[in-house]
């Protein structure tokens, strides 16, 4: 659409999706808030690394961005109180800090537990804001935002979606050490021993290179022959459409 193709097609081939998502964000904001609650319940030290929470008090300040250290959280902006509220509904919720436990029972890497957070909530706050824009819009006017930077936000947010994904993946993962069952299981006593775990890592990736290329050759083929048909595609037809049906005189 950014290219021009506005037709009726490519209309309703981002209509679907955009309502699909201005639907299901806020329920996966929701989920995502009930999830966070519950790892302050049940894994505090990991809610800890999250937040950058040294000490166990009420009253804590939630940060957006800044770098984690041991008296505190240098560079961020600060929120009185609100990681208490977000906790427990009140800034007099004490929230567990890591000083809870032993060093060696803490997460690594707070620093990027704490900004892989930020991002992953930001971008859904983003992706909201983005389908109010939508839905702003159409209430009035029936139609998706005309806008370039509405079009440009929305490919952008194809990309925003797969990095925080990987946000959730990197909280999940690295969060959990050094646990694999969270004060049951340390990831040490976890670890495989089985031979050949290099040869099946190398044949995936393998596999998945080759089926990438395949994939962007196909779709890059697919776009050539599209714009070579270009004249067709603009009065509503298109390389791959199906066939018009022949009239009984053998005309179409």
């Not at 809610?47 to 040294?54: D, H, K, L």
């Not at 977000?86 to 704490?114: C, I, K």
């Not at 976890?190 to 290099?198: E, K, Q, R, Y």
């Amino acid at each position: 659409m950014l290219r021009g193709r506005r037709d009726r097609r490519h209309r309703l081939g981002l209509l679907i999706p955009l309502t699909v998502a201005l639907i299901l964000t806020p329920v996966q904001f929701f989920v995502g808030d009930v999830a966070a609650r519950s790892v302050a319940e049940d894994q505090p030290v990991k809610f800890a690394a999250m937040e950058c929470v040294q000490e166990t008090h009420t009253h804590v300040t939630e940060y957006l961005g800044g770098r984690c250290t041991d008296e505190g959280v240098k560079g961020g902006i600060g929120i009185p109180n609100l990681d208490s509220w977000l906790v427990g509904f009140s800034a007099d919720t004490e929230v567990v800090g890591l000083d809870s436990v032993p060093p060696e029972d803490r997460p690594p890497a707070n620093t990027m537990l704490h900004l892989a957070f930020d991002a992953m909530v930001g971008i859904c706050c983003a992706l909201i804001a983005l389908g109010l824009w939508f839905a702003f819009v159409w209430w009035r006017r029936r139609d998706i935002p005309g806008t370039k930077w509405f079009l440009r936000a929305v490919a952008i947010s194809g990309i925003a979606v797969g990095v925080a994904i990987e946000c959730g993946w990197i909280i999940t993962e690295v969060g959990r050490q050094p646990w694999i069952v969270y004060e049951v299981m340390r990831t040490e006593e976890a670890v495989t021993g089985a031979s050949g775990i290099w040869f099946t890592l190398g044949a995936v990736v393998v596999l998945y290179a080759a089926l990438g290329t395949a994939t962007v050759l196909v779709l890059r083929a697919m776009a050539r022959r599209w714009r070579e048909a270009g004249s067709a595609a603009e009065e509503g037809g298109g390389p791959y459409e199906p066939a018009p049906p022949v009239a009984a005189g053998g005309e179409r």
